[in-house]
């Protein structure tokens, strides 16, 4: 995360107000317009002077302001500064600070007001962004809450997916602001999209320009220009070209055994006859989930239909947690009545979490499914019960054609010839991609930079070593862009997405490259 940092020897001012009842306290903040539908690059002149943001009020109508200061003076100051800008309707607004108006947020991180900050760091977290304003930095912090228990809840989420060191603080909530679009257009990140600056993107434009195929600044940005650097590339680069034709031959996909648990329950979609059929012969309780999930779903017509899922529901749960010692999520000594899907696969899901024979889950159901399987799937324990695979039914990070290419190409760089040991984990990471901590952001970003800082000593070494470094460092950023690609369109954000990618490259080329990780 960019600039985070607490002060830890000077008590923020409007943390003061609330040490002493007698005191009546005030801040200043200078109001410069009213817009409807206000647009930052309209007040971009005033960046250097002060943190600019826009209130809306209840006719819809935005009140831009600046601030927030702790002295008459220093208001008096940049008012002046401010009118210079060319803003001659700017005035001061002065703020009385009440106990009564005290609330708690959860703060995130401190920046200088003219830093340039990178929304979606803290996007990814809450969405209840607010931002606190001192004379010369701003705070982003999630809030308000009116409850103390209200915000250690936040907290204690927080810190399973950000920084361990957010904090709780209490404020007055006339400092504080929601943190809108106008705030974000401050940002030079602001409107970026799978096209705009990527570091996997500009370092493929840094090789190509070495390559003399790319004769533009590296920016980052998947513009049309790079694209055509990167076909001519491929087309020209007689190694790359090896390896695209024997990555051709590779088998991207594992096939599953016919006539297994796991053949008919990837079948569901396709012929809910056969499944069912099928599933009927199995003894394992998951089978008679998925069928009752066929009759449920209503994939097969079926007499009496709430009768017949709930029989199999409940007889699956019996044979699993009968006798079972462990904790559980849910009350399994009484039947229970299913009406819809979710609730099944809550059940479901339960079953996964004690079971050692199972089959993956099938990647259809992330597909029919997409918010009932988030939100079911998601970490519960955090520990080992929440693992689970998903099945390639649906398609396996191996059908991207750049991914097999890199795998081969890394080959040449290893001791021996590794197999994808571990390829239904990975491919969950690319079927279901979950939220990824900031922790473990931070270890593939030290990995992926230990990676190359120790690589590229081929760079200066023999013609062919130089050669091998070109191929390696092409494929692997290109096989990175697209795993980013694909994480972005699933929704998730683009430091998540490059971090996903990065745990797959780790997961499956890291092997062959670990001589170059001591």
Request: aromatic share 12%.
């Amino acid at each position: 995360m960019r600039n985070n940092f607490r002060n830890l020897f000077v008590l923020p001012f409007f943390l003061l107000c609330f040490l002493s009842a007698q005191a009546q306290d005030y801040v200043y903040e200078i109001q410069l317009a009213i817009y409807t539908t206000p647009e930052y690059k309209k007040f971009k002149s005033l960046h250097s002077v002060g943190y600019v943001y826009s209130i809306e009020m209840e006719n819809s109508l935005h009140r831009i302001m600046m601030g927030t200061y702790s002295s008459k003076s220093t208001a008096n100051d940049k008012l002046k500064l401010v009118q210079r800008k060319g803003f001659k309707d700017a005035y001061l607004v002065k703020k009385e600070l009440k106990e009564a108006d005290a609330v708690y947020i959860v703060q995130l991180a401190t920046y200088d007001q003219q830093a340039d900050i990178y929304w979606p760091d803290w996007q990814r977290l809450s969405p209840q962004l607010v931002a606190q304003l001192s004379d010369n930095k701003v705070r982003v912090a999630i809030g308000p809450y009116y409850t103390r228990a209200e915000a250690e809840t936040v907290q204690a989420r927080v810190q399973t997916r950000g920084p361990k060191d957010v904090f709780i603080k209490k404020v007055s909530e006339k400092v504080l602001h929601k943190v809108e679009k106008f705030d974000f257009e401050r940002s030079a990140s602001f409107n970026q999209n799978s096209g705009a600056m990527r570091l996997s993107v500009k370092a493929l434009q840094e090789l190509l320009i070495k390559e003399k195929l790319y004769d533009v600044a590296s920016n980052g940005a998947l513009t049309p220009t790079t694209k055509s650097a990167m076909i001519q590339y491929k087309k020209t680069n007689k190694h790359y070209l090896l390896h695209r034709k024997m990555a051709e031959e590779m088998e991207s996909t594992e096939l599953i055994e016919a006539y297994t648990l796991q053949y008919y329950v990837n079948m569901i979609p396709k012929d809910p006859a056969t499944a069912a059929a099928g599933l009927e012969q199995f003894k394992n309780p998951i089978s008679k989930v998925f069928l009752a999930y066929i009759y449920l779903n209503e994939d097969l017509s079926v007499a009496d239909k709430t009768t017949r899922v709930n029989q199999l529901m409940n007889a699956s749960l019996e044979q699993v947690f009968k006798g079972y010692r462990g904790e559980t999520r849910y009350d399994f000594s009484m039947k229970y009545s299913y009406e819809e899907v979710g609730q099944l696969l809550q059940h479901l899901k339960a079953m996964y979490e004690v079971l050692k024979e199972r089959p993956d889950i099938p990647c259809w159901m992330f597909e029919r499914h997409p918010k009932a399987m988030k939100e079911t799937f998601q970490p519960y324990w955090q520990n080992r019960r929440d693992d689970y695979t998903v099945s390639n039914d649906c398609g396996s990070f191996l059908d991207l054609e750049e991914l097999r290419i890199v795998s081969l190409v890394s080959e040449e760089f290893a001791e021996g010839k590794t197999d994808f040991k571990d390829m239904k984990g990975v491919n969950h990471l690319y079927i279901a991609p979950e939220p990824i901590s900031h922790q473990e952001i931070e270890e593939l970003e030290k990995w992926n930079g230990n990676l190359w800082k120790n690589l590229k000593s081929l760079e200066t070494g023999s013609a062919l070593q130089q050669n091998m470094y070109s191929l390696l460092r092409f494929s692997y950023y290109d096989a990175l862009q697209v795993l980013e690609t694909h994480f972005i369109f699933k929704g998730m954000p683009g430091i998540e997405a490059r971090s996903l990618g990065l745990k797959i490259l780790k997961k499956t080329v890291g092997e062959n490259l670990r001589t170059y990780l001591k």
